[in-house]
């Protein structure tokens, strides 16, 4: 684990780093405040880090003042340094957001037992954050496909809808669903339909763009945010996708079946519609493809005209 | 005061107007005589460079700057269990920092 030790005494500095490396540490050096605060502050800092009290530039407790400010993650954990045992400076140095304090000269015992115990505290915090994402992560996409959950997609498009109302920008959405999906359970199973929704999503992040944003709001029923996308350049994309879709097999080997999807196309420009108005335009079009022989995209409202098109 | 061995250096701390106290040499150290040994060459350097400073503090009448100086003088010597390079009337007890 790599170590800053913060100290401008070459001597004490020198002691430091020297148990340290015995210890097995990977020690980062520095001999004043402000080069303290840039490594705390660089990518891949050490999370361990030995202040001296009074440093050149910024001193030991403002140094942990301000790495507590920025909020940091993950937690870096502050051993201050001094020779200030009285019980006042003790708690000025712990309110400054040091987690430690160790009193000069150092028993290197004492050091170790110190350095051990922020150690812990660390590895307890990296197992907080890995829960914590998982259950974010749980908590935001579909387990079965993997794409956003219900809840996300609709976050994710209304958070889309105030970009365009800033940036005055274009918005498409795509409402996308599986057709005759009931047969496909009905007749392969349901082992099978979850192939196939699991393959369908693949294949649907694999066919957008990085910022474009898919979710599952249904049994079989998806929804697609296309930041940027007019009319015309949504409904090409919702073509593509049903075309891709079509073209290919779904699901495992052992029962590869022959799926097709309808999409209905809606979109806006700078944000003027609500996000529920441009779900419900987007389904009406879906509606519109079911009842046209599936396997088919249509817009509502129509889409803007191509240029070459426009009256 | 010197040296390039732990042992010239262990030997130096047998006397009884010592420079350096023995535990408070070989404690922080863990009785490595080559680091300690490395230390001291550090501190003779450092302590040079602090008196240096000190002393034209003086003669400026930087009170803020001298008092801080002392008392990071005072700080390594002890780091390093010298007391004997510090004034006689320096109050024992930590250093500085």
Sequence with gaps: ?311 | MKSDTGQEGASQCSGSSQVFDRDGLFAPVGGDLELAAELIGLFVEEDARLLDELRAAIAQGESRRIEALAHRRKGTALTIGAPGTLPPWTTPGRGSG
């Design chain 1, 1 to 311: 684990m790599k170590v800053l030790v913060a100290e401008d005494d070459p001597v004490l500095q020198r002691i430091l780093e020297a148990h340290l490396r015995r210890w097995g540490y990977e020690v980062t050096l520095a001999r004043n405040g402000l080069d303290a605060s840039r490594i705390l502050e660089s990518p891949d800092a050490p999370r361990l880090a030995i202040l001296d009290w009074i440093l050149p530039g910024i001193e030991g407790p403002e140094l942990c003042r301000r790495i507590r400010q920025q909020g940091n993650e993950p937690y870096t954990f502050l051993l201050l340094l001094t020779a200030r045992s009285e019980t006042e400076a003790v708690i000025k140095g712990l309110e400054s957001g040091a987690d430690d304090y160790l009193v000069k000269p150092i028993d290197p015992h004492e050091l170790r037992a110190r350095l051990q115990a922020g150690e812990r505290i660390l590895e307890l915090q990296d197992q907080l954050i890995a829960v914590r994402e998982r259950f974010r992560y749980q908590a935001m996409h579909d387990s079965l496909t993997g794409v956003w959950n219900r809840g996300a997609i609709l976050e994710a498009l209304a958070r889309e809808l105030v970009r365009a109302r800033r940036e005055d920008s274009h918005l498409g959405l795509l409402m996308l669903d599986v057709d005759h999906f009931k047969r496909v359970n009905d007749t392969s199973g349901h082992p099978a339909g979850d192939a196939v929704l699991r393959d369908l999503g693949r294949r649907l992040r694999g066919g957008l763009r990085a910022y474009d944003a898919v979710g599952r709001v249904g049994g079989e029923e998806f929804l697609i945010v296309l930041p940027g996308c007019n009319g015309s350049s949504a409904r090409s994309i919702a073509e593509r996708l049903r075309a891709a879709v079509a073209s290919q097999t779904m699901g495992r080997p052992e029962f590869a079946l022959g799926v097709t999807v309808s999409i209905g196309v809606a979109a806006c420009q700078g944000g003027c519609i609500e996000a529920n108005v441009l779900v419900r335009m987007a389904d009406a079009a879906l509606f519109r493809a079911k009842r046209s022989g599936r396997n088919r995209v249509e817009a509502d409202p129509e889409p803007d005209p191509l240029p070459h098109q426009a009256a």
